[in-house]
Nanobody, 120 residues
Framework: QVQLVESGGGLVEPGGSLRLSCATS????????MNWYRQAPGKERELVAA????????NYADSVKGRFTISRDNAKSTVYLQMNSLQPEDTAMYYC?????????????WGQGTQVTVSS
């Protein structure tokens, strides 16, 4: 059974930091591209950061470049999102996503989300 469990969200003041974790199980983590998405109330879900399998190349939304860092620990089957210099506009539900291929099929898994609220 595939599981993605996010943690680390919470309430933080502007300028603060949080580190999100997504612990996974039930699939070959090392082969998966891992993503962090977020969705604010009334807005569409947006891709925040991605990290590939293999070399672990990363990509970020323009709005978070220089502030957020995605990383992965294949030994722990866990992906992280370090978020610094948080701003109120970063307030959203953050979701972990895994994408991999199996026998030519694209498989897509999601966590339940963790809430991040940036407010003074």
């Amino acid at each position: 059974q595939v599981q993605l469990v996010e943690s680390g969200g919470g309430l933080v003041e502007p300028g603060g930091s949080l580190r999100l974790s997504c612990a996974t199980s039930g699939f070959f983590f090392s082969n998966a591209v891992m993503n962090w998405y977020r969705q604010a109330p009334g807005k569409e879900r947006e891709l925040v950061a991605a990290i590939t399998n293999g070399r672990g190349s990363t990509n970020y939304a323009d709005s978070v470049k220089g502030r957020f860092t995605i990383s992965r620990d294949n030994a722990k089957s866990t992906v992280y999102l370090q978020m610094n210099s948080l701003q109120p506009e970063d307030t959203a539900m953050y979701y972990c996503n895994a994408v991999r291929t199996s026998w030519g099929n694209l498989l897509d898994y999601w966590g339940q989300g963790t809430q991040v609220t940036v407010s003074s």
